[in-house]
Protein backbone atom coordinates (compact mmCIF):
# COMPACT_ATOMS: atom_id res chain seq x y z
CA UNK A 1 0.00 0.00 0.00
CA UNK A 2 1.28 3.45 -0.99
CA UNK A 3 1.91 5.33 2.20
CA UNK A 4 -0.35 7.46 3.54
CA UNK A 5 0.55 10.88 3.78
CA UNK A 6 -0.29 12.72 6.91
CA UNK A 7 -2.89 15.80 6.35
CA UNK A 8 -1.24 18.77 7.03
CA UNK A 9 -3.26 20.74 9.64
CA UNK A 10 -4.08 24.52 9.39
CA UNK A 11 -3.08 26.34 12.88
CA UNK A 12 -4.55 29.53 13.71
CA UNK A 13 -2.03 32.13 14.58
CA UNK A 14 -2.44 33.23 18.15
CA UNK A 15 -0.74 35.68 20.57
CA UNK A 16 1.75 33.80 22.36
CA UNK A 17 1.41 34.22 26.27
CA UNK A 18 4.70 34.02 28.13
CA UNK A 19 2.76 32.50 31.49
CA UNK A 20 5.62 32.80 34.02
CA UNK A 21 5.20 36.48 35.06
CA UNK A 22 5.69 36.33 38.53
CA UNK A 23 3.14 38.70 40.11
CA UNK A 24 1.43 40.20 36.99
CA UNK A 25 -1.75 39.21 38.19
CA UNK A 26 -1.71 41.29 40.90
CA UNK A 27 -0.35 44.94 38.80
CA UNK A 28 -3.14 45.20 36.94
CA UNK A 29 -6.77 43.61 36.94
CA UNK A 30 -7.14 41.11 34.05
CA UNK A 31 -9.49 41.38 31.70
CA UNK A 32 -9.68 38.11 29.87
CA UNK A 33 -10.35 35.56 32.75
CA UNK A 34 -6.60 35.01 33.80
CA UNK A 35 -4.42 35.94 31.18
CA UNK A 36 -1.47 36.90 32.42
CA UNK A 37 -0.23 40.78 32.37
CA UNK A 38 2.16 40.25 29.35
CA UNK A 39 -0.91 38.67 27.38
CA UNK A 40 -3.25 41.01 28.55
CA UNK A 41 -0.61 43.71 27.14
CA UNK A 42 -0.08 41.77 24.00
CA UNK A 43 -3.77 42.22 23.48
CA UNK A 44 -4.21 45.59 24.64
CA UNK A 45 -1.60 47.00 21.83
CA UNK A 46 -3.19 44.58 19.20
CA UNK A 47 -6.52 46.56 19.99
CA UNK A 48 -4.43 49.92 18.43
CA UNK A 49 -3.53 52.94 19.81
CA UNK A 50 -6.89 53.98 21.13
CA UNK A 51 -7.44 51.40 23.31
CA UNK A 52 -3.79 52.16 24.82
CA UNK A 53 -4.61 55.78 24.90
CA UNK A 54 -8.21 54.99 26.85
CA UNK A 55 -6.52 52.69 29.34
CA UNK A 56 -3.78 55.38 29.88
CA UNK A 57 -6.34 57.95 30.59
CA UNK A 58 -8.33 55.82 32.90
CA UNK A 59 -5.10 55.22 35.41
CA UNK A 60 -4.06 58.66 35.44
CA UNK A 61 -7.91 59.64 36.39
CA UNK A 62 -7.26 57.34 39.28
CA UNK A 63 -3.90 58.33 40.21
CA UNK A 64 -5.47 61.78 40.21
CA UNK A 65 -8.03 60.47 42.43
CA UNK A 66 -5.77 58.78 45.00
CA UNK A 67 -3.41 61.91 45.45
CA UNK A 68 -6.54 63.89 45.67
CA UNK A 69 -7.14 62.63 48.85
CA UNK A 70 -3.97 61.30 49.74
CA UNK A 71 -1.33 63.94 49.16
CA UNK A 72 -2.08 66.84 51.87
CA UNK A 73 -3.36 70.19 50.38
CA UNK A 74 -1.02 73.19 50.53
CA UNK A 75 -3.02 76.12 52.32
CA UNK A 76 -2.94 79.23 50.53
CA UNK A 77 -2.78 81.17 53.45
CA UNK A 78 -2.37 81.09 57.29
CA UNK A 79 -5.89 81.46 58.99
CA UNK A 80 -4.95 81.95 63.08
CA UNK A 81 -5.32 84.63 65.30
CA UNK A 82 -1.76 85.22 65.30
CA UNK A 83 0.84 83.65 62.43
CA UNK A 84 4.00 83.67 61.67
CA UNK A 85 6.28 82.64 58.68
CA UNK A 86 10.08 82.03 58.56
CA UNK A 87 11.63 81.96 55.00
CA UNK A 88 14.39 80.57 53.49
CA UNK A 89 17.24 82.66 53.79
CA UNK A 90 19.20 84.33 51.00
CA UNK A 91 22.75 83.38 50.80
CA UNK A 92 24.87 86.33 48.06
CA UNK A 93 28.20 86.83 48.05
CA UNK A 94 30.19 90.20 49.33
CA UNK A 95 29.01 91.29 45.37
CA UNK A 96 24.98 91.14 46.24
CA UNK A 97 25.18 88.11 43.61
CA UNK A 98 22.95 85.15 44.97
CA UNK A 99 24.70 81.67 45.56
CA UNK A 100 22.54 78.53 45.67
CA UNK A 101 22.73 76.16 48.63
CA UNK A 102 21.12 74.39 51.46
CA UNK A 103 22.33 76.49 54.41
CA UNK A 104 19.75 79.08 54.06
CA UNK A 105 17.11 76.30 54.03
CA UNK A 106 18.64 74.46 56.65
CA UNK A 107 18.80 77.88 59.29
CA UNK A 108 15.29 78.96 58.76
CA UNK A 109 13.77 75.35 59.22
CA UNK A 110 15.89 75.64 62.74
CA UNK A 111 14.28 78.98 63.70
CA UNK A 112 11.09 78.09 62.81
CA UNK A 113 10.84 74.87 64.70
CA UNK A 114 12.60 76.88 67.82
CA UNK A 115 9.80 79.44 67.46
CA UNK A 116 6.92 76.27 67.29
CA UNK A 117 8.66 74.87 70.37
CA UNK A 118 8.34 77.82 72.52
CA UNK A 119 4.85 78.90 71.84
CA UNK A 120 4.01 74.88 72.79
CA UNK A 121 5.92 75.43 75.72
CA UNK A 122 4.82 78.50 77.26
CA UNK A 123 0.86 77.05 75.98
CA UNK A 124 0.27 80.01 74.06
CA UNK A 125 -2.76 78.32 72.37
CA UNK A 126 -4.49 78.52 75.69
CA UNK A 127 -4.65 82.40 74.83
CA UNK A 128 -3.79 83.04 71.02
CA UNK A 129 -4.73 80.56 67.93
CA UNK A 130 -1.28 80.65 66.12
CA UNK A 131 0.69 79.16 63.27
CA UNK A 132 4.20 78.55 62.25
CA UNK A 133 5.34 78.30 58.79
CA UNK A 134 9.02 77.26 58.05
CA UNK A 135 10.64 77.76 54.79
CA UNK A 136 8.80 74.50 52.78
CA UNK A 137 5.53 76.51 52.83
CA UNK A 138 7.08 80.01 52.32
CA UNK A 139 9.84 80.10 49.83
CA UNK A 140 12.68 82.34 49.89
CA UNK A 141 12.52 86.52 50.19
CA UNK A 142 14.90 87.92 47.08
CA UNK A 143 16.51 91.07 46.95
CA UNK A 144 20.24 92.29 47.07
CA UNK A 145 19.25 95.60 49.33
CA UNK A 146 17.12 95.56 52.50
CA UNK A 147 14.81 97.76 50.50
CA UNK A 148 14.27 95.11 47.59
CA UNK A 149 14.07 92.44 50.71
CA UNK A 150 11.24 94.52 52.35
CA UNK A 151 9.58 94.98 49.82
CA UNK A 152 8.91 91.49 48.82
CA UNK A 153 8.54 90.61 52.63
CA UNK A 154 5.40 92.76 52.48
CA UNK A 155 4.13 91.10 49.27
CA UNK A 156 4.44 87.60 50.49
CA UNK A 157 3.13 88.57 54.43
CA UNK A 158 -0.04 89.98 53.09
CA UNK A 159 0.01 87.09 50.42
CA UNK A 160 -0.62 84.17 53.30
CA UNK A 161 -1.48 86.86 56.02
CA UNK A 162 1.87 86.43 58.21
CA UNK A 163 1.39 88.37 61.14
CA UNK A 164 5.26 88.11 61.30
CA UNK A 165 7.54 87.39 58.14
CA UNK A 166 11.24 86.38 59.40
CA UNK A 167 13.91 86.64 56.29
CA UNK A 168 16.87 87.60 56.18
CA UNK A 169 20.62 87.00 54.49
CA UNK A 170 23.56 84.98 54.96
CA UNK A 171 26.75 87.04 53.50
CA UNK A 172 29.26 84.71 52.38
CA UNK A 173 33.10 85.29 51.17
CA UNK A 174 34.82 82.03 50.87
CA UNK A 175 35.43 80.72 54.47
CA UNK A 176 34.05 84.06 56.20
CA UNK A 177 30.38 84.52 56.80
CA UNK A 178 28.03 86.89 57.96
CA UNK A 179 24.34 86.69 59.08
CA UNK A 180 21.54 89.29 59.27
CA UNK A 181 18.55 88.37 60.34
CA UNK A 182 15.32 90.39 59.60
CA UNK A 183 11.38 90.82 59.99
CA UNK A 184 8.72 92.58 58.72
CA UNK A 185 5.24 93.26 60.98
CA UNK A 186 2.30 93.04 58.80
CA UNK A 187 0.46 96.46 59.06
CA UNK A 188 -2.77 94.47 58.10
CA UNK A 189 -2.47 92.62 60.97
CA UNK A 190 -1.63 95.05 63.25
CA UNK A 191 -3.92 97.92 62.22
CA UNK A 192 -3.36 100.00 65.27
CA UNK A 193 0.08 99.71 65.56
CA UNK A 194 2.14 101.65 63.00
CA UNK A 195 4.65 102.29 65.47
CA UNK A 196 5.71 99.37 65.03
CA UNK A 197 4.80 97.77 60.99
CA UNK A 198 6.75 97.45 58.67
CA UNK A 199 10.80 96.31 58.10
CA UNK A 200 13.44 95.73 61.02
CA UNK A 201 16.56 94.04 61.80
CA UNK A 202 17.32 91.99 64.45
CA UNK A 203 20.75 93.72 65.40
CA UNK A 204 23.70 93.94 63.55
CA UNK A 205 25.41 90.88 61.05
CA UNK A 206 27.09 88.14 63.37
CA UNK A 207 29.66 85.48 62.04
CA UNK A 208 27.69 82.23 60.85
CA UNK A 209 29.92 79.51 60.31
CA UNK A 210 29.17 77.01 57.03
CA UNK A 211 28.03 74.51 55.87
CA UNK A 212 25.38 75.04 59.10
CA UNK A 213 24.62 71.70 60.46
CA UNK A 214 23.38 72.82 63.74
CA UNK A 215 23.97 75.33 66.48
CA UNK A 216 25.95 74.37 69.39
CA UNK A 217 26.90 77.48 72.40
CA UNK A 218 30.15 76.50 72.33
CA UNK A 219 30.89 76.70 69.10
CA UNK A 220 28.34 79.71 68.34
CA UNK A 221 26.65 81.53 71.68
CA UNK A 222 26.17 84.76 69.84
CA UNK A 223 23.88 82.76 66.75
CA UNK A 224 22.18 81.12 69.57
CA UNK A 225 22.00 84.70 71.33
CA UNK A 226 20.52 85.84 68.44
CA UNK A 227 17.63 83.22 67.66
CA UNK A 228 16.82 83.41 71.66
CA UNK A 229 15.91 87.21 71.43
CA UNK A 230 14.40 86.96 67.88
CA UNK A 231 12.44 83.94 69.40
CA UNK A 232 11.42 86.01 72.12
CA UNK A 233 10.55 89.14 70.28
CA UNK A 234 8.24 86.96 68.42
CA UNK A 235 6.69 85.76 71.24
CA UNK A 236 5.99 89.27 72.63
CA UNK A 237 4.58 90.61 69.35
CA UNK A 238 2.34 87.90 69.84
CA UNK A 239 1.01 89.86 72.93
CA UNK A 240 1.29 92.95 71.63
CA UNK A 241 -1.08 91.94 68.68
CA UNK A 242 -4.22 91.74 71.28
CA UNK A 243 -3.07 94.34 73.72
CA UNK A 244 -1.58 92.17 76.36
CA UNK A 245 1.02 94.90 76.53
CA UNK A 246 2.15 93.62 80.33
CA UNK A 247 2.81 90.16 78.54
CA UNK A 248 4.36 91.31 75.27
CA UNK A 249 6.59 93.44 78.06
CA UNK A 250 7.80 90.22 79.54
CA UNK A 251 9.37 88.87 76.26
CA UNK A 252 10.63 91.82 75.16
CA UNK A 253 12.72 92.87 77.95
CA UNK A 254 13.80 89.24 78.29
CA UNK A 255 14.52 89.45 74.75
CA UNK A 256 16.71 92.81 75.40
CA UNK A 257 18.26 91.23 78.41
CA UNK A 258 19.78 87.77 76.55
CA UNK A 259 22.82 86.93 78.28
CA UNK A 260 24.08 85.85 74.56
CA UNK A 261 23.18 89.09 72.67
CA UNK A 262 26.10 91.07 73.26
CA UNK A 263 26.98 94.37 71.95
CA UNK A 264 25.29 97.43 70.50
CA UNK A 265 22.51 96.71 67.98
CA UNK A 266 19.25 96.39 70.96
CA UNK A 267 17.71 99.40 69.09
CA UNK A 268 14.69 97.44 67.81
CA UNK A 269 13.90 95.63 70.77
CA UNK A 270 13.95 98.95 73.18
CA UNK A 271 11.79 100.56 70.27
CA UNK A 272 9.35 97.44 71.29
CA UNK A 273 9.58 98.55 74.94
CA UNK A 274 9.06 101.93 74.93
CA UNK A 275 6.03 101.32 72.08
CA UNK A 276 4.52 98.72 74.42
CA UNK A 277 4.79 100.73 77.94
CA UNK A 278 3.03 104.15 75.74
CA UNK A 279 0.14 101.42 73.63
CA UNK A 280 -0.23 100.32 77.63
CA UNK A 281 -0.99 103.57 79.17
CA UNK A 282 -3.06 105.10 76.65
CA UNK A 283 -5.33 102.03 76.54
CA UNK A 284 -6.18 102.65 80.11
CA UNK A 285 -5.65 106.34 80.08
CA UNK A 286 -2.99 106.35 82.80
CA UNK A 287 0.85 107.64 81.41
CA UNK A 288 2.39 106.72 84.96
CA UNK A 289 4.99 104.79 82.52
CA UNK A 290 5.95 107.25 80.30
CA UNK A 291 9.08 107.40 82.26
CA UNK A 292 10.27 104.12 80.89
CA UNK A 293 9.03 104.56 77.77
CA UNK A 294 11.26 108.02 77.24
CA UNK A 295 13.92 105.18 79.05
CA UNK A 296 13.92 102.86 76.51
CA UNK A 297 13.53 105.37 73.15
CA UNK A 298 17.21 106.94 74.40
CA UNK A 299 18.61 103.71 75.04
CA UNK A 300 17.38 103.06 71.36
CA UNK A 301 18.99 106.01 70.10
CA UNK A 302 22.38 105.15 72.14
CA UNK A 303 22.52 102.06 69.82
CA UNK A 304 21.71 104.00 66.78
CA UNK A 305 21.63 107.38 66.80
CA UNK A 306 19.77 107.41 62.93
CA UNK A 307 17.07 105.53 64.16
CA UNK A 308 13.63 107.20 63.27
CA UNK A 309 11.27 105.31 64.85
CA UNK A 310 13.09 105.42 68.03
CA UNK A 311 13.07 109.52 67.50
CA UNK A 312 9.38 110.09 67.17
CA UNK A 313 9.09 107.18 70.04
CA UNK A 314 10.56 109.88 72.27
CA UNK A 315 8.93 112.76 70.41
CA UNK A 316 5.58 111.37 70.87
CA UNK A 317 6.05 110.95 74.99
CA UNK A 318 7.17 114.36 75.47
CA UNK A 319 3.91 115.54 73.57
CA UNK A 320 1.85 113.18 75.97
CA UNK A 321 3.52 114.06 78.69
CA UNK A 322 3.15 118.05 77.67
CA UNK A 323 -0.38 117.71 76.77
CA UNK A 324 -1.62 116.11 80.02
CA UNK A 325 -2.76 119.18 81.71
CA UNK A 326 -4.01 121.80 79.65
CA UNK A 327 -4.45 124.27 82.33
CA UNK A 328 -0.73 124.40 82.85
CA UNK A 329 0.40 123.48 79.51
CA UNK A 330 4.18 122.25 78.99
CA UNK A 331 5.54 124.60 76.44
CA UNK A 332 8.72 123.55 76.42
CA UNK A 333 8.00 119.65 76.63
CA UNK A 334 6.29 120.99 73.00
CA UNK A 335 9.11 122.41 71.71
CA UNK A 336 11.31 119.65 72.77
CA UNK A 337 9.12 117.29 70.42
CA UNK A 338 8.86 119.78 67.48
CA UNK A 339 12.43 119.51 67.74
CA UNK A 340 12.82 115.54 67.62
CA UNK A 341 10.29 115.77 64.61
CA UNK A 342 12.12 118.15 63.07
CA UNK A 343 15.15 116.00 63.76
CA UNK A 344 13.42 112.37 62.50
CA UNK A 345 12.75 114.51 59.37
CA UNK A 346 16.05 115.24 58.34
CA UNK A 347 17.41 111.80 58.47
CA UNK A 348 18.49 109.34 55.68
CA UNK A 349 18.34 106.20 54.84
CA UNK A 350 14.97 105.72 56.99
CA UNK A 351 12.99 101.92 55.79
CA UNK A 352 10.07 103.12 53.47
CA UNK A 353 8.05 100.82 55.48
CA UNK A 354 8.36 103.16 58.27
CA UNK A 355 6.44 105.54 56.56
CA UNK A 356 8.52 108.78 59.25
CA UNK A 357 7.33 111.74 56.65
CA UNK A 358 3.79 110.86 57.33
CA UNK A 359 4.59 109.94 61.13
CA UNK A 360 6.68 113.59 61.17
CA UNK A 361 3.59 115.27 60.31
CA UNK A 362 0.96 113.48 62.08
CA UNK A 363 2.21 113.74 65.48
CA UNK A 364 3.15 117.82 64.28
CA UNK A 365 -0.57 117.95 64.22
CA UNK A 366 -0.94 116.75 67.37
CA UNK A 367 0.83 119.36 69.12
CA UNK A 368 -1.01 121.90 66.69
CA UNK A 369 -4.07 120.97 68.62
CA UNK A 370 -2.76 121.21 71.96
CA UNK A 371 -0.78 124.60 71.17
CA UNK A 372 -4.28 125.63 70.34
CA UNK A 373 -5.92 124.26 73.48
CA UNK A 374 -3.23 126.37 75.31
CA UNK A 375 -4.62 129.43 73.85
CA UNK A 376 -0.94 130.04 72.54
CA UNK A 377 -1.58 133.18 70.14
CA UNK A 378 1.68 133.57 68.10
CA UNK A 379 0.28 131.51 65.04
CA UNK A 380 -2.95 130.21 64.06
CA UNK A 381 -2.19 127.13 65.41
CA UNK A 382 -5.86 125.46 64.46
CA UNK A 383 -5.36 126.09 60.99
CA UNK A 384 -1.49 124.62 61.19
CA UNK A 385 -2.66 121.29 62.86
CA UNK A 386 -5.66 120.84 59.68
CA UNK A 387 -2.91 121.69 57.71
CA UNK A 388 -0.74 118.55 58.70
CA UNK A 389 -3.22 116.09 59.02
CA UNK A 390 -4.77 117.08 55.71
CA UNK A 391 -1.18 116.23 54.06
CA UNK A 392 -1.55 112.87 56.33
CA UNK A 393 -4.83 112.00 54.39
CA UNK A 394 -3.55 113.46 50.86
CA UNK A 395 -0.45 111.24 50.89
CA UNK A 396 -3.07 108.13 51.93
CA UNK A 397 -5.76 109.17 49.22
CA UNK A 398 -2.75 109.81 46.68
CA UNK A 399 -1.48 106.40 47.34
CA UNK A 400 -4.75 104.46 47.21
CA UNK A 401 -5.80 106.33 43.91
CA UNK A 402 -2.21 105.32 42.55
CA UNK A 403 -2.41 101.41 43.87
CA UNK A 404 0.76 102.31 45.81
CA UNK A 405 1.46 101.14 49.89
CA UNK A 406 -1.97 102.78 51.09
CA UNK A 407 -3.02 100.46 53.59
CA UNK A 408 0.02 100.83 55.92
CA UNK A 409 -1.31 104.32 55.75
CA UNK A 410 -4.71 103.09 57.46
CA UNK A 411 -4.58 103.52 60.83
CA UNK A 412 -2.51 107.53 60.56
CA UNK A 413 -4.97 108.45 58.31
CA UNK A 414 -8.01 107.36 59.89
CA UNK A 415 -6.61 109.29 63.24
CA UNK A 416 -6.47 112.54 60.87
CA UNK A 417 -9.61 112.21 58.98
CA UNK A 418 -11.19 112.27 63.01
CA UNK A 419 -8.91 115.43 64.27
CA UNK A 420 -10.11 117.10 61.12
CA UNK A 421 -13.54 116.44 62.27
CA UNK A 422 -12.95 117.82 65.38
CA UNK A 423 -11.29 121.26 63.96
CA UNK A 424 -14.40 121.65 61.72
CA UNK A 425 -16.52 121.15 64.65
CA UNK A 426 -14.37 124.04 66.34
CA UNK A 427 -14.94 126.28 63.58
CA UNK A 428 -18.80 125.38 63.60
CA UNK A 429 -19.02 123.29 60.78
CA UNK A 430 -20.75 120.65 62.11
CA UNK A 431 -21.68 118.69 58.79
CA UNK A 432 -18.03 118.75 57.70
CA UNK A 433 -17.26 117.56 60.68
CA UNK A 434 -19.55 114.59 60.24
CA UNK A 435 -18.35 113.91 57.18
CA UNK A 436 -14.52 113.72 57.99
CA UNK A 437 -15.58 111.28 60.57
CA UNK A 438 -17.42 108.90 58.55
CA UNK A 439 -14.54 108.85 56.54
CA UNK A 440 -12.61 107.73 59.75
CA UNK A 441 -14.89 105.35 60.59
CA UNK A 442 -14.78 103.70 56.90
CA UNK A 443 -10.74 102.55 57.56
CA UNK A 444 -10.63 102.84 61.03
CA UNK A 445 -9.89 99.58 63.60
CA UNK A 446 -13.17 98.31 65.28
CA UNK A 447 -12.10 100.01 68.29
CA UNK A 448 -11.64 103.28 66.84
CA UNK A 449 -15.02 102.89 64.86
CA UNK A 450 -17.05 102.67 67.61
CA UNK A 451 -15.01 105.49 69.06
CA UNK A 452 -15.21 107.91 66.12
CA UNK A 453 -19.11 106.82 66.12
CA UNK A 454 -20.03 107.43 68.88
CA UNK A 455 -18.30 111.28 68.41
CA UNK A 456 -20.64 111.63 65.33
CA UNK A 457 -23.75 111.15 67.99
CA UNK A 458 -21.52 113.99 70.75
CA UNK A 459 -22.00 116.43 67.46
CA UNK A 460 -24.97 115.40 66.39
CA UNK A 461 -26.29 116.02 70.19
CA UNK A 462 -24.89 119.22 70.51
CA UNK A 463 -26.49 120.33 67.32
CA UNK A 464 -30.16 119.46 68.59
CA UNK A 465 -30.07 116.93 66.29
CA UNK A 466 -31.25 114.18 68.70
CA UNK A 467 -32.41 111.49 66.21
CA UNK A 468 -28.74 111.30 64.41
CA UNK A 469 -27.91 111.08 67.95
CA UNK A 470 -29.03 108.25 68.86
CA UNK A 471 -28.80 106.44 65.69
CA UNK A 472 -25.14 107.04 65.78
CA UNK A 473 -24.66 105.78 69.68
CA UNK A 474 -26.66 102.48 68.47
CA UNK A 475 -24.19 101.75 65.96
CA UNK A 476 -21.05 102.54 68.82
CA UNK A 477 -22.88 100.14 71.07
CA UNK A 478 -23.32 97.62 68.06
CA UNK A 479 -19.37 97.57 67.24
CA UNK A 480 -18.54 97.83 70.94
CA UNK A 481 -20.77 94.21 71.10
CA UNK A 482 -19.58 93.38 68.44
CA UNK A 483 -15.74 93.82 69.72
CA UNK A 484 -16.49 92.24 73.15
CA UNK A 485 -15.85 96.11 74.70
CA UNK A 486 -17.60 95.65 77.99
CA UNK A 487 -16.30 99.39 78.91
CA UNK A 488 -16.81 101.05 75.42
CA UNK A 489 -19.99 99.47 75.48
CA UNK A 490 -21.34 100.84 79.10
CA UNK A 491 -19.75 104.40 77.97
CA UNK A 492 -21.92 105.14 74.49
CA UNK A 493 -24.64 103.41 76.60
CA UNK A 494 -24.97 105.93 78.81
CA UNK A 495 -24.20 108.82 76.28
CA UNK A 496 -27.89 106.86 74.75
CA UNK A 497 -29.65 106.74 77.84
CA UNK A 498 -28.89 110.60 78.34
CA UNK A 499 -30.86 111.58 75.47
CA UNK A 500 -34.08 110.10 76.99
Avoid at 368 to 395: G, H, M, P, Y
Wanted: glycine share 6%; proline share 2%; charged share 20%.
Amino acid sequence: MPPVKKKKTTRTSKPEIETNIEGSENLVASAAGNKSFAANVKIIFQGGWKSVAVILVAVAALLGVILWFVVPKKEAAMTKQFNVAVTEFLIQDASGKRISGKDGSLLSGYISQEIETQFAAMELEKSISYQVWGPKETGMISGSTPEARAANAETLAKKINAYILIYGVIVTDGTKSKFQPEFYVNHASFRDASEITGSHEIGRQLALALPFTGIQGAENPALVGRVRALNLITMGLAYYSVDKFDDALTYFQKAAGEKDWVGAGHEVVYLLIGNAYVRKDSLIQDFSDLPLAEQNYKLSLEDDSNYGRAMIGEANVKYLHASQDKNNCDLAGLKEASTLLDQALALSDQPVSANIETKVHFYRGQIAIIRNACKQTDQDWLTVSQEEFKWVVDQYESRKQNSGNYESLKSLASHAYARLGYISYQRNDAQVAIESLKKSVEIASPYYQGLYTAMMGDIYTATGKKAEAAQAYEDAIAIAEQNADAASLKSYQAKLNALK
